[in-house]
C-alpha cells in the first residue's frame, strides 16, 4: 500500500510532462526539418562541422564543457532536430536534453554520415 501511495504522484508528473523524442530516418529527418520554427543543432565538434554540415545548422559542440549551458539558451517549447557523425553522441545528448526540459526532439538516424549517403541517391 505504501508503495502506491510512493509510486502514484510520481507516476501522475511523468504523465503530464509532455516529451517526445525519436530517431528518424534521413528523409523523415529532411522533412522535419521543412517545419516551421524548428531548431537544428549539430552537436559534432567544430572541425567536423567545418567539413560539411547540413543547411541552417548551427554548432553546439557535444564534447565541449559548455554543452548543456549553450542548449540552455534554445527555446525547449521549439521542436529541436540533433544530429552527430553517426547517432551515438546524439543519442546520449538526447537523454540529457530531455532531463533539461526539452520537448520535441527529434534525432538523425546513423547521423551526418547518413545523411551523405541519402544526397547521394
Known amino acids: 500500500m505504501l508503495f502506491l501511495l510512493i509510486v502514484a504522484p510520481f ?5 503530464q510532462t509532455e516529451t517526445s523524442s525519436k530517431v528518424v530516418v534521413p ?6 526539418m521543412e517545419q516551421e520554427k524548428v531548431q537544428l543543432i549539430d552537436i559534432r565538434t567544430p572541425e567536423e562541422f567545418e567539413e560539411g554540415h547540413l543547411e541552417a545548422a548551427v554548432n553546439i559542440d557535444f564534447l565541449s564543457e559548455d554543452f ?13 532536430l540533433i544530429y552527430c ?11 540529457q536534453l530531455q532531463e ?22
Request: net charge neutral.
Open 85 to 95: 557523425r553517426s547517432g551515438n553522441r546524439s543519442a546520449k545528448a538526447t537523454l
Open 11 to 15: 507516476s501522475l508528473a511523468l504523465a
Open 100 to 121: 533539461q526540459g526539452f520537448s520535441h526532439i527529434t534525432d538523425l538516424k546513423g547521423g551526418y554520415e547518413a545523411w551523405v549517403e541519402f544526397l547521394k541517391k
Open 27 to 32: 528523409a523523415q529527418f529532411q522533412k522535419e
Open 68 to 80: 548543456l549551458k549553450e542548449m540552455a539558451e534554445l527555446d525547449e517549447d521549439r521542436p529541436l
